[in-house]
């Protein structure tokens, strides 16, 4: 065992690969628990629960490299019906499925469950804060008109 450092001792068997001796009574080092990355962009669009994935890209050799793999993500101008306004916004391709399957924009953002619209202090969160306080004010005005509130309507007919 000369010319080796002490720090290091020679572990036998599989492949006698070099490691660091453990501290007696420590715990084994297990590595950071994986957990889903919410990426600072999620908070600027319409993400649909879609985060970025990580795993290993495997060759012939069986060899194994890190890699990840991001959602798919396009720019798109949305019209709200009930805020009458345009919001441009990045949106995940499983959003626009969600949005289609809501029958658009307003139902999605209104009807789906608020853990699938993204982090608590993203924009889609805002807008449906919006639009709730805007659609119960037309429902109090329209109810002290004695008229029926306006209803969305499914547009994807």
Request: aromatic share 8%; hydrophobic share 35%.
């Amino acid at each position: 065992m000369s010319g080796m450092s002490s720090r290091f001792a020679l572990v036998r068997g599989a492949g006698k690969r070099w490691r660091a001796p453990q501290i007696k009574g420590a715990p084994p080092h297990k590595g950071p628990r994986p957990r889903p990355i919410t990426q600072e962009k999620a908070k600027n669009g319409l993400f649909a629960n879609v985060h970025i994935g990580f795993g290993d890209k495997v060759s012939h050799s069986e060899r194994k490299t890190r890699r990840s793999w991001k959602p798919n993500v396009h720019k798109h101008n949305f019209y709200s019906l009930v805020m009458k306004k345009t919001y441009r916004l990045d949106a995940s391709t499983t959003a626009l499925r969600w949005m289609d399957k809501y029958g658009g924009f307003d139902n999605y953002i209104l009807k789906v469950a608020p853990h699938k619209l993204g982090p608590a202090d993203c924009i889609a969160h805002r807008i449906r804060a919006e639009m709730n306080e805007k659609l119960k004010s037309e429902a109090a005005l329209a109810k002290s008109e004695g008229t029926t509130p306006a209803k969305l309507v499914d547009t994807t007919a």
